[in-house]
């Protein structure tokens, strides 16, 4: 009883499924229109973003490089203003200075807790 009931809602789903298949011919050639026009929309936008990644890569390269060149040349006033104002870089009073700026501790591993 079972399996003659699920034989025959399995023929009514075949049919049905075969009948919306059938369908006219101007759903079907709209139907590949709207696909054809979602693909180039993606293939167009896809090449938009790449065009537009080569465009702004060199732009952003150029401002890091920009910002490491300031950068170099303050670390090299800084040092030249700290050589007018200490004297020699290997005098005692600048490797005092250097050791403050050292902070010492202990290292523990998770095992010592």
């Not at 499924?17 to 006219?24: I, K, L, V």
């Not at 004297?87 to 600048?94: A, L, N, R």
């Amino acid at each position: 009883m079972f399996n003659s009931s699920f034989r025959q809602q399995a023929a009514a789903w075949q049919q049905q499924f075969a009948h919306r298949q059938r369908g006219n011919l101007l759903q079907r050639l709209l139907a590949w229109i709207v696909l054809g026009i979602m693909l180039v929309v993606a293939a167009a936008i896809l090449l938009f973003m790449l065009l537009l990644s080569w465009l702004v890569i060199p732009i952003v390269i150029y401002r890091y490089r920009k910002k490491m060149r300031r950068f170099t040349e303050a670390a090299r006033q800084h040092a030249e203003q700290h050589q007018q104002h200490g004297g020699q870089p290997h005098d005692s009073s600048q490797r005092s200075s250097r050791d403050s700026r050292v902070i010492e501790g202990e290292v523990l591993n998770k095992d010592e807790r």
